[in-house]
Each structure stands twice: as structure tokens, then as C-alpha cells.
């Protein structure tokens, strides 16, 4: 029996918190849209288990590998990712058939009593798992005190509340999809502090061929913008934990896409800007990410994320 013939779509994904809200935010707008019923499988992932540094454990395939695993095994039929989680390299046997429309992709910081990025005090203890929110930090406060930290949404503003830690720095989509925007101190703007590639969305991922599962639910803005973000952070081959932020708009007529790749200790940043007409009848979001890419390679980026000359 197929999956299209199944009376159930079981969808998979991880166990947190926020995955199973966004997982449970999918299947509520499949059903919505296809009128099938749905239920939630939930698979644990090496990045669950493991409490290691993302820089260390390898941020690539740390939280799909599993779940591409329980869909290939016919576990089963649908699993939903943060897309910036994603390896950028396509799979041969599965397909991000879905990109729903994208959330807020800033990222947030929540402090103790209100503070700010600019008003937190020199040693200011600062958290994040992100090896590019610690170069973004210490390239904009090198005063404060980054820690590399793990652990879910409540785990890391348990640190703060408890007084361990001074800050943490989230994604806000996140953050808005389990409703806790209450512990927002500062939105980062987006063109100062570039986020994650594809960070705010959602991938829906199915077997090759079963793409008609979830299609009705895909949104063709978010994926252009978010295809050019991570076309440059595979040109540039870098991994998904790789200091390297980047954001695309479509505005009046136009595919809008800025990058910048930083060192680790936050001296360097380059970054580049280009744009297409969208939509178009080629490839607007390849071409524009290839043109950052190029410019950021010619501009010293191998240097820094491990990208050929």
C-alpha cells in the first residue's frame, strides 16, 4: 500500500518542544488543506542525544539524519525540519517537497532585566550553540563573555533565569511558534546581523515521487528566498553550523540576497550583496547566490569557511 492510500499520513519528527509545535502546525494545515488525517511519530536524533559543541559535533545532518532515516525505512511518509538544521547537498532518494510560508527570521536576544545587545554589561555572560552568533558577538561586543552552550529553548532561558548565564541569543521563529516572545529583550536587525540560511522556515521532506503529499502546503516566495540563501552556503561549502549568515527578500520585482561570512573570533566579515529579477523564467535564486558567492571567494571567504578559491 502506498502512502497516498494510507488513511493516515504519519509525519515525523523530533521531540522537543518546538519541533513537535511546528511538526503539530504542518499536520494541522496539511488537514486543512487535503482534508487528510495525520499523526505524529516521534524520532530521536544524534543532536538530541549528544551534548557535545555544535562546532565540534558537526552541526551537518545532526538533527535529520534520523528522521531521513525513519522515512526511508517506511517509519514514515512526511518529515518536517528547520530548514536551516538541513544539509545543503540534495538526497537522492527524498525531496523538500513543501517550504510553508517562513516565519520571522531574526534572531532574539533574551536577557535579564531588559537588557540589550548594547546596554548588557562588559563580561556579560552570553549563550549560544551557534559558531556564527558567537562571531556575530564578539565582532559586535568583544567585551562580553560568549559560552557555548546546548540544550532546548527552555533549557537556555532556564540559564539565564537561574542567573548562569546573562543572556542567550534565539531564533525568534521559534520563539514565536511555542509563544514565548514574552522573553524578548531585542529583536536583531536582520541587515546588521544576518541569520542562519533558511532560518524561519520549514522543509517538508517526502520520498522522491510522493511529492503530491504536501505540495498544496509549499510557498514560492519563501522558497526562492530561502533556496538562494542556501545555494550560497553550499557554494561557499560551508556546513549548517559554519559561521556564515544570509538573508533574501522579493521586493517590487526583485530577488534581493546579502551574505556575510565571519571568523571565528569575529575581525573579519565580508559580505556581499546582489539581486535578480523574480520571478523568472531561469534560475533567479542560483544566479544571485552564485554571484555572492563568488565575490565573498575572491574577497578572502575560503580563508574562513573552507570554500576552493
Partial sequence: MTASSKS????????????????GMVADDLADATGVTTELVTITTDGDRSNEPLSRAGGTGL????LRDALLAGECDVIVHSLKDLPTAPHDQLVVAAMPAREDPRDALC??????????PAGARVGTGSPRRMAQLRAQRPDLDVVDIRGNVETRL??????????VVLAAAGLKRIG?????????????WPTAPGQGALAIEVRRGEERLVRALDHAETRTTVEAE??????????????????????????LLSASVYSLDGATILTSSHGAVWPDDGDPARDV????ARELIDAGAAGLTGARP
Fill in 63 to 66: 538533527f535529520t539524519g534520523a
Fill in 158 to 167: 532556564g540559564r539565564v533565569t537561574e542567573g548562569d548565564l546573562d543572556a
Fill in 180 to 192: 514565548r516572545t514574552d522573553v524578548v529583550t531585542e529583536y536583531l536587525d536582520i541587515d546588521s
Fill in 111 to 120: 536577557a535579564r532585566d531588559g537588557l540589550t545587545l548594547e546596554t548588557l
Fill in 289 to 292: 547566490a552564485e554571484a555572492v
Fill in 230 to 255: 542556501r545555494h550560497v552556503l553550499a557554494l561557499l561549502e560551508a556546513g549548517c553550523s559554519a559561521p556564515v549568515g544570509a538573508h533574501a527578500v522579493v521586493d517590487a520585482g526583485l530577488l
Fill in 8 to 23: 493516515t499520513l504519519r509525519i515525523g519528527t523530533r521531540g522537543s518542544t518546538l519541533a513537535l509545535t511546528q511538526t
